[in-house]
């Protein structure tokens, strides 16, 4: 079992996840989802497509009982189809679609600075409990006949479609290392905010790199993958099936599950986002948490998700560049007591996660200051090999993320 939480450490140490992915980006290691199609219909397809059911009848005569009827049912249909499936596999990929989980962080400590200004922000020794989560976005890939350039839609305005989307820059990297050609179209079903501090842009790269290998027969290596997506961004790794490896900014290494993956969450996120570089920005060296990473993740490990490891130095610059989130985490917190076990801050915000209840609280819902907020329910998962970017199955409720803007 492959399991879908990270301790990283920018510069210092990080540790990953899914020791059990590491052929997840081997050559002919394919996993096809049940949305993959190839070229079209295949010729058994579109010559039997309508074929139905067939009935047969025949006589027989039997000297002392007379003569009998037997009818024997052969479903044509069912025979073709299968045919048609052996060809399709052997067919071309055209098409591909794939789920793009996102994350929180259960912890973010920052415990120095550096010089040599690989971040704008001038920060590293940054240490984070990194976990999958059941909400993410639906991205569909088809080959394109242009040789010159992709084409990416989506389902929500806002987003950007060309060069500064991390889909495209992922596409057009993975093309500038290996050589290949294919340019595709995109659609991206977009469920995951934006600024939200939940890693959704850089599991759309991630997806992307993935795709883009399979479409050409897994030229790359899981480990020229990983370290191509780390010059997109430095989180986008994490999101990559791949068992330890090494980077410029991150070593990740597997750990064990230190939480359930039954525990249910609330995400909940203004309309208004935090910008990262402003949060960078303003951060202080003096005002963060003193406590160890390693003491926050053996105290997760022991006794599961509390108060008070969900440590996440960037919320005092956060709630600088957004005083209001400061007030909707203390107003989460005081009317969730007892129903959450800890609300925090995801990465440099702005959602605010409730652990422990799927259910936001009800001022929610009352309040018009929050009538337009995101809400989404949502659960850790884990991914099976070769599965990594396969849909969850919904077994419950907190399987199966619902997102709605209150009204």
């Known amino acids: ?111 120095g600075k550096r010089a040599d200004g690989y971040h704008d922000w001038h920060l590293s020794f940054i240490h984070l409990l990194l976990q999958v989560i059941s909400l993410g976005d639906k991205i569909k890939f088809s080959l394109s006949p242009s040789k010159s350039k992709d084409r990416l839609s989506t389902n929500v305005p806002g987003v950007p479609l060309d060069e500064r989307n991390l889909i495209i820059k992922a596409l057009n990297l993975f093309r500038k290392k290996t050589g290949t050609d294919n340019y595709f179209w995109i659609h991206l079903d977009k469920m995951v905010p934006t600024g939200a501090g939940l890693g959704g842009g850089s599991s759309n790269a991630a997806t992307a790199l993935w795709a883009a290998n399979q479409f050409s027969g897994c030229v790359a290596t899981e480990k020229e993958l990983q370290e191509w997506s780390s010059e997109i961004g430095s989180d986008i790794p994490f999101f990559s099936p791949m068992e330890l490896h090494i980077v410029p900014v991150e070593v990740v290494e597997d750990i064990s599950p230190p939480v359930p993956f039954d525990v249910p969450m609330v995400l909940i996120k203004p309309p208004e986002a935090c910008s990262t570089a402003e949060v960078y920005k303003r951060f202080r060296l003096d005002q963060t948490s003193q406590i160890d990473p390693l003491t926050l993740l053996e105290k997760i490990s022991s006794n599961g998700i509390s108060q008070e490891v969900c440590v996440n130095d960037l919320e005092p610059p956060a709630f600088e560049v957004l005083p209001s989130l400061k007030r909707l985490k203390q107003r989460i917190a005081a009317a969730g007591r007892g129903q959450y076990d800890a609300v925090f801050m995801s990465g440099s915000g702005s959602t605010i996660v409730g652990v422990g209840s799927p259910d936001p609280p009800q001022f929610v819902y009352d309040d018009d200051e929050y009538k337009n907020v995101f809400l989404s329910e949502a659960n850790f998962i884990t991914r099976s090999p070769n599965q990594w970017y396969a849909e969850p199955i919904s077994t419950n409720a907190a399987t199966s993320p619902t997102e709605t803007s209150v009204q």
Do not use: W
């Open 1 to 111: 079992m492959a399991f879908s939480n990270s301790l990283c450490s920018h510069q210092s140490y990080a540790s990953y996840n899914a020791k059990t992915q590491f052929n997840s980006f081997n050559r002919g290691c394919f996993y096809r989802p049940s949305s993959f199609k190839p070229h079209g219909l295949s010729s058994f397809h579109r010559k039997f497509q309508s074929s139905r059911t067939h009935l047969i009848r025949a006589t027989a005569s039997d000297s002392k009982t007379g003569r009998k009827q037997v009818e024997v049912v052969y479903d044509l249909e069912d025979k073709f189809n299968k045919l048609a499936d052996e060809v399709d596999r052997d067919a071309g990929m055209s098409r591909l679609t794939l789920f793009s989980p996102c994350k929180i962080n259960v912890f973010l400590r920052i415990t």
